[in-house]
Each structure stands twice: as structure tokens, then as C-alpha cells.
């Protein structure tokens, strides 16, 4: 499909939103100009210069502001920025990830903007997928699960779930457990689902932020 009709049919947000997933942002970050150079390849005419004598130039500063529009309240917090910050080096949203809602956004919306795009839909791979769902069968909690149907308070046994340390600040928790949470979800497994969400309320408080 010409650029132009996918302009006019898909937002920013949803086209960055898609090729963060694309680029395997349920996984692990993805840079900005990774992002920008996919987002400008599928669509040049949203991310270019505004001069035209400039269209064959990405705009960085634009992907970078509908990325970080796609990450408020207002638009369902679909990413997230996960850059370390360093003075004169990096910035915060020079790395991107997707959310447990960008996830389900994914679920939901992810074949439509693809089609729009003629670009593969998004999702976790097979091997990806299989050794996720191996990591979270093997976990001590989910056996716990599997046995008694409940999940009991275990703070070491949820930092090895979300293989981080047991004194890791809640914020890096939360952050842990929803990236997990993001790629649960696009395996469509009812069980697991729910059992991550027997953990969250187990341990809620290593999840407050």
C-alpha cells in the first residue's frame, strides 16, 4: 500500500507501537534510530524532514515524540522508555520497549496495522516461545500454582520468576514483571495468564512503584 493510504489510515503512535513490537520490543529494548529507520521505510512520509528538498531525510526528533506519546496515560501507555541516563551520552528514550497493554494492543490491532503496512505481524517466535513458556513452567511459583491452585508470598522465588535480584528496587520489579507479563500475553494461554496474575496479587507490594 502506497505511504500516503497509510498515512491517512494508521496514527504515529500506531505505527511506532507496531514496529517496536516488529523489532522485538517485547523482548528486549530497541534504539530509536532502529526504530526510526523501520518506522521511515514503512511509512517515509510521516517521518520525514518538512522541507521537501529534505524528504529523503529521517526526522529522529519525530519518531522520538509520537514514541513518547505512545508511552502516556492518553494513549494507553503502549511503550515504554528504558534508556539509562548519562550526561552528554544518552538519553532515557534513546531505548524502547513495549508494555503488557502495548501487548494486548498488539493482540488486538497488531494484524490490522500490518496489513495496512504490508509488513509480517508482530509477534514472539517459536523458539522465543517455546523456551518462555518453558522458563515460567519450571518456575518454583508456578509449580506452586499447578499444586495448590494459590500463590504464596515468596519474594526470592518471584525475583528468580523474574530473573532479578531479590533486593532489586520495586521499580525494577515492576518493570520485570511487566515486560514478562507482555510476552505471556501474546502466547494466548488462559493459564498463564492467570497465574501471573495470582503473583501480582501475592506480591504486591515488591510491585509498588
Known amino acids: 500500500m502506497p505511504p500516503q493510504q497509510a498515512n491517512a489510515s494508521l496514527s504515529n503512535v500506531e505505527v511506532l507501537t507496531y514496529v517496536v513490537a516488529d523489532l522485538g520490543g517485547l523482548e528486549s529494548p530497541v534504539h530509536l534510530e532502529h526504530v526510526a529507520a523501520r518506522a521511515f521505510e514503512l511509512m517515509p512520509g510521516a517521518f520525514r524532514w518538512d522541507l521537501d528538498q529534505f524528504a529523503a531525510f529521517i526526522d529522529k526528533d519525530k519518531v522520538r515524540a509520537s514514541l513518547t506519546d505512545a508511552e502516556k496515560a492518553s494513549h494507553g501507555k503502549l511503550v515504554r522508555s528504558v534508556g539509562v541516563t548519562k ?79 531479590p533486593d532489586a528496587s520495586n521499580r525494577v520489579v515492576a518493570e520485570r514483571f511487566d515486560a514478562l507479563r507482555s510476552q505471556i500475553h501474546l502466547l494466548g494461554d488462559d493459564e498463564l495468564e492467570v497465574f501471573l496474575s495470582k503473583c501480582a496479587e501475592a506480591h504486591q507490594r515488591m510491585l509498588e512503584v
Open 87 to 165: 550526561q552528554g551520552q544518552s538519553k532515557k528514550t534513546d531505548y524502547w520497549r513495549l508494555t503488557s497493554a502495548g501487548s494486548e494492543w498488539v493482540t488486538k490491532s497488531g494484524a490490522r496495522v500490518a496489513d495496512v503496512l504490508d509488513a509480517p505481524r508482530p509477534g514472539l517466535k517459536k523458539g522465543r516461545a517455546r523456551d518462555l513458556r518453558k522458563r515460567v513452567q519450571s518456575s518454583a511459583l508456578y509449580r506452586q500454582f499447578v499444586r495448590k491452585g494459590v500463590i504464596e508470598y515468596g519474594p526470592f522465588d518471584f525475583a528468580d520468576l523474574l530473573e532479578c535480584s
